[in-house]
Each structure stands twice: as structure tokens, then as C-alpha cells.
């Protein structure tokens, strides 16, 4: 026997559509002064060379404290910035932010090796005519070397829209900045498409390095995916590194380089400072660590 009647039914579910509508718009509004309120920072997470340990980049990733509802995530938020097209000034904002902590350790590390940072970049930021045009201004006006700067696309960025995608690709790359496919593995693009875009470093999604332990499976999918890239001259991030054991298996593996918690959070730039100048302060050539900046 039905619990409510059907009038009560509609009634329940009016309500909760009501409210999501309702978060929806009140997140839509948020957002629209966003960047007037000075609501966003950028926390970094430190890239390692799995063999030597040594931090090789940094990869900034947005957060928004927002007055009263607290930390949103950009999982929730930046989804929705793209679909009401403020990804694109909000974007912007970013890119100029970590050029800015680019710039700023670049004056305090002396003699030490350039740190590199990757920015997460949007779809609609790439399909944008003037991005490139973008990529320059930023740069200069922050002074800033573009091979500083990494970008991070997601495959099924360029999976969507191939041609026009991988122009204008190839023309970053001209620039001298370093492209990142980000979350590899769960765009549903097959391996052998990989040769025809112009990256330089690939990152293996959190997904596949969490399930590299339950099963020998996965770790050769794991292996697959590094023997390819090394066959393209590609590197190789593993992402959401979280235990010794997947880090050990991504040693054996060849992995170049590594992130996840076990190393360290994302944190804000003042709280790695100890961190980076255990390498600022490193020779630069000193063969015993290696340094490579990805
Ligand atoms: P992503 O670029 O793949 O970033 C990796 C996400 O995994 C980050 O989540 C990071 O905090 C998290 N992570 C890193 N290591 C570990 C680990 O060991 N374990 C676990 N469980 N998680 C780990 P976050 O910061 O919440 O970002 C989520 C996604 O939001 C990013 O995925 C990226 O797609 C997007 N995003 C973040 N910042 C930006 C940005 O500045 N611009 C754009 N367009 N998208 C961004
Ligand atoms: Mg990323
Ligand atoms: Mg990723
Ligand atoms: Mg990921």
C-alpha cells in the first residue's frame, strides 16, 4: 500500500526540485561576483620525480570561500562557471594569479632551479578566439617565461573537437608553455590516438593508481599506458598517490612523476615554502638529485 498519495508525491518532489533550483541560482549569482569579492585563491600541489624525490613543479587548483556557505569545490563550481560562459573572466583571474606566484618565487630562489606551475584550463576557455592572445598578455604583463607555465587539458577536451582543438594547441606549444593531458584514461579515447596530439606530459587519473592494488589488471593497464607515452617521448604524472605501496609499484612501473597525498596536499603557496626551498636552495646541476622541471 502507497505510503502518500500521488498529490503528495508531487508535493514532495516540488519541493526538492524547488530547492535544487534554488542552490542552483543562488551558486549562479554567487559566482557572478565572485571575482569582485575576491572569493577565489589558489592552493598548490607539489609534482615529485618518483626515482630522486625531488619537487619538480607545482599544479594550482582553485578554491572558493564563500561568506556563508563555506569551501565549494571546483568540481561543483567550475562546471557551472562553463555553462554561464564566466569560466572564461574567472579563468583569466587564474592564470594571472599563478603567473603572479610564478613571478614571486622566481625572485626568491636565487640561484635555484625555475619551478614550474600547471593551470587547470576549461573547454571553453580553449575554444575561445582570443585565449592565445590571452596566454600572451598574461605572460608579459607578469613577466613571466612561458616554459614556467604548464597547462593541463583533459582528454575528452580534445577527443570532442580534434582539428580545430589541435591547432590551436600546437600553436601554445609554439609559445614555448608545456601542455598536460590531464585525467587520462577516462576520456574513452584509445591509446593509439594519442600520437596525434601535441603533448608533452601525460597524467594517469586518480582512478587507475587507486585500483593499482586490487589487481595485477590494473597495474598492467598502468604499465601500458607509461610504455606508450615513453614510446612517444611523452612523461608520465601518476595522480592521487596515496599510499607507499602504489608508489612503489609506479617506481617499477618507470614512472616519472608523481603526486597525491602521501607526498602533500594542495596548500596555499606560504605553506610549501619550506618544502620548495629545500630545492631552491639545491645546486642547480647537482647530479646527485637530478633536477628536471616538468
Ligand atoms: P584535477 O585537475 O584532476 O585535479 C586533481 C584533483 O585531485 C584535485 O581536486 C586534488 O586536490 C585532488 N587530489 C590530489 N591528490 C589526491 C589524492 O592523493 N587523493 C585524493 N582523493 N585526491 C587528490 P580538486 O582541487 O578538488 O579539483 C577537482 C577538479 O576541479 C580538478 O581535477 C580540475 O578538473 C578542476 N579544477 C580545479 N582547479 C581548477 C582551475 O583552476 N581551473 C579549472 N578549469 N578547473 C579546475
Ligand atoms: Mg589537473
Ligand atoms: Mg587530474
Ligand atoms: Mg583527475
Request: hydrophobic share 40%; net charge negative.
Amino acid at each position: 500500500r502507497a505510503k502518500f498519495s500521488g498529490k503528495q508525491c508531487l508535493a514532495v518532489f516540488d519541493h526538492a526540485m524547488h530547492e535544487s533550483v534554488l542552490k542552483r541560482l543562488e551558486l549562479e549569482e554567487a559566482l557572478r561576483t565572485v571575482l569582485k569579492d575576491g572569493g577565489l585563491r589558489l592552493v598548490y600541489q607539489p609534482i615529485f620525480d618518483i626515482e630522486t624525490g625531488v619537487i619538480v613543479g607545482l599544479e594550482s587548483l582553485v578554491r572558493w570561500d564563500h561568506a556563508t556557505k563555506g569551501l565549494i569545490s571546483p568540481a561543483e563550481f567550475v562546471p557551472v562557471a562553463e555553462e554561464i560562459g564566466l569560466i572564461v573572466p574567472i579563468g583569466r583571474w587564474i592564470l594571472e594569479e599563478a603567473c603572479r606566484t610564478i613571478h614571486r618565487l622566481n625572485e626568491a630562489r636565487g640561484d635555484g632551479p625555475p619551478i614550474s606551475i600547471g593551470v587547470n584550463v576549461s573547454k571553453r576557455q580553449l575554444a575561445d578566439a582570443n585565449f592565445v592572445d590571452l596566454l600572451k598578455d598574461v605572460l608579459e604583463t607578469e613577466n613571466v617565461s612561458p616554459n614556467q607555465l604548464n597547462l593541463e587539458i583533459t582528454e575528452s577536451m580534445i577527443m570532442d573537437s580534434p582539428e580545430q582543438i589541435v591547432d590551436c594547441l600546437s600553436e601554445i606549444r609554439n609559445l614555448g608553455i608545456r601542455l598536460h593531458m590531464d585525467d587520462f584514461g577516462t576520456g574513452h579515447s584509445s591509446l593509439s590516438c594519442l600520437h596525434r596530439f601535441p603533448i608533452d606530459v601525460l597524467k594517469i587519473d586518480r582512478s587507475f593508481v587507486s585500483t593499482m592494488e586490487v589487481g595485477d589488471d590494473y597495474e598492467s593497464i598502468i604499465h601500458a599506458i607509461i610504455t606508450l607515452a615513453h614510446n612517444l617521448d611523452t612523461k608520465v604524472i601518476a595522480e592521487g598517490i596515496e599510499t607507499t605501496r602504489q608508489l612503489q609499484q609506479l617506481r617499477d612501473l618507470k614512472c616519472d612523476f608523481g603526486q597525491g597525498y602521501l607526498y602533500s596536499k594542495p596548500e596555499p603557496i606560504e605553506d610549501l615554502q619550506e618544502l620548495l626551498s629545500a630545492i631552491v636552495n639545491r645546486p642547480r646541476q647537482d647530479p646527485q638529485f637530478g633536477f628536471a622541471s616538468i
